[in-house]
Nanobody, 124 residues
Framework: EVQLQASGGGLVQAGGSLGLSCVASQFTFGDYSIGWFRQAPGKEREGVSC????????YYAASVKGRFTISRDNAKNTWYLQMNSLKPDDTAIYYCAVARSAVPSSVSSSYKSWGQGTQVTVSS
């Protein structure tokens, strides 16, 4: 069973940057797409970004496009989410996840394994 460990959250002022990491164990990177989701209090979990395992293509939610960058290091079984120009609306618990297939998706039901979440708080 895939195990995921997310880290890198914290408190930052608006306009600042944070980098999240997710380390996966018992996982073959090339077989499944991976992604980042977030959930703010009182809101549904939303897809932030994902990256295809087949061609490396990426997807970003409109709200983060141009500010967030997803990347991966296959050799380290790790993927990242670099978040720049953070806004208070980015405040949420961020989750890394492994998809059920190589097809990238922004839909949470397409993912089979989830990390424990890391809190990101952006102050105004």
């Amino acid at each position: 069973e895939v195990q995921l460990q997310a880290s890198g959250g914290g408190l930052v002022q608006a306009g600042g940057s944070l980098g999240l990491s997710c380390v996966a164990s018992q996982f073959t990177f090339g077989d499944y797409s991976i992604g980042w989701f977030r959930q703010a209090p009182g809101k549904e979990r939303e897809g932030v970004s994902c990256i295809s395992s087949s061609d490396g293509s990426t997807y970003y939610a409109a709200s983060v496009k141009g500010r967030f960058t997803i990347s991966r290091d296959n050799a380290k079984n790790t993927w990242y989410l670099q978040m720049n120009s953070l806004k208070p609306d980015d405040t949420a618990i961020y989750y890394c996840a492994v998809a059920r297939s190589a097809v990238p998706s922004s839909v949470s039901s397409s993912y089979k394994s989830w990390g424990q979440g890391t809190q990101v708080t952006v102050s105004s």
